[in-house]
């Protein structure tokens, strides 16, 4: 599978001043298969070592003695590691808190060696005083198969190129194409073994199957590290966010999951699950205007899964309701369309908002900000009114509002319309524009050899 990560390691092997390498993510995204195929193509040999079932990791860190370490590494793996000629993989590194700490001394001691580290629940590592040093590490962010990746899995490389040429009115005639590809994603998601097996066998019970594996498998990861005073409040919050995101207003509602319910009683269960990658958090801001930042409200927010096949397994939701009676679209309040555009954003790093108005039903399902701001609706149809949205942008013109629907696109001269599935790709087109025209009209300054 191609994996758009996979480019951003590149960058970050040729980086003039390379420091070790973190990659971030959830279980099941991919991180062990993208370093792994990223060691074989890129260099020499790559020593990969598994802190979890490798009991020797465990009492190696009794110091941080950087060439005692490289030799230990060499020992365990069968891999004669030399400076600037093999990657270093570290996974699983949760399991041994002091490799955390061990990062500090690769940076400053021994920058001449490739090191990555990664592990399916490193967010938890992170924030649990393990002293992990900031500052001192380079970091990468894998999430779930976008919807152009899950593309070019399936062998679509042609359409993702005529996306990437811009013609957005010459791709409605390719829209019924798209549309399916659209229909395949919502259920089988972007899990990486859920992807890799579908393109092989595409077999809708075996793609079910493995989404269930990996539910069971964050259940056991709940079990086994998540402290014994929050583990039910972890289990509760998991469970209800399919019903939250069935409901008209997505809010994160607290007594919905127990009567009386108060945010001082789940709020460290909810960053419990967030450090570990398992969901997104989307804060509501209390005015559409730069920067968003400023207006955060902290305590009304909405909470999504990590990914959409994941999401429809948990609802279990038949293959049948989203690859052929398009319910997936059309009922379950379009949660499955939000949680698939939020995903669409988080893969580009996005700071993704939502706005809602007090004592009023106006509500903005997710908000963005580039240059400018852009207020976003979701339709998971092709119904194209657009009450709230032309209600922000009568107060505030400056706004840019678009729709993302199953329509076709169609720029209005208020508000774009723009299809579902092409979400990435012009947010991506909007941003590098206007670094373009940022560039072009910033100042240019010569300097004179002396």
Known sequence: MERT?????????????????VLNGARQVGKTWLLKEFGSKEFETFAYINCDDTPEMEVSFSDFDTERLIRVFSSVSGIEIQPQKNLIVLDE???????????????????????AFAGSLLGIGLHEGTGFPVGKVDEINLYPLSFEEFCKALGRTRLVKQVREHRWDELSSLSHTFIELLRQYYYVGGMSAVVKDYCENQNLQA???????????????????????ILPKVNIVWDSIPSQL???????????????GRAKEFENAIQWLMDAGLIYKVLRV???????????????????????????AMVQVSAKDVLVNNKAFTEYKGSFTEQ???????????????????????????????????????????????????SVYNSNPDLKPCRFSMANYRQQDWLTNVPLYLVREWIKEKENRNALEDFINSPIVFMDED
């Open 246 to 260: 069935a409901k008209e207003n997505k809010k994160f509602v607290y007594s919905a999951i127990k009567k009386g």
């Open 286 to 312: 209390t005015k559409i205007e730069k920067p968003l930042k400023f207006y955060e409200d902290f305590a009304a927010f909405k909470l999504f899964v990590v990914d959409l096949g994941l999401l429809g």
């Open 207 to 229: 793609v079910r199957d493995i989404q269930n594996q990996i539910l069971a498998d964050y259940k056991r990861d709940f079990s086994k590290h998540v402290p014994k005073n």
């Open 93 to 115: 590194v949760q399991e041994v808190p002091l490799v955390l700490t061990s990062l500090k001394y690769f940076c400053e001691n021994a920058p001449e060696y490739y090191i």
């Open 340 to 390: 698939y555009v939020l995903q669409e954003l988080v893969t580009l790093n996005k700071n993704v908002y939502y706005y809602s108005k007090e004592n009023s039903t106006l509500e903005i399902d997710f908000i963005i900000q580039n240059d400018d701001v852009y207020p976003i609706e979701v339709k998971a149809e092709e119904n194209l009114r657009s009450k709230s949205l032309q």
């Open 5 to 21: 990560a996979y480019q951003k390691l590149l960058e970050w092997k040729v980086k003039k001043n390379r420091k070790p390498l």
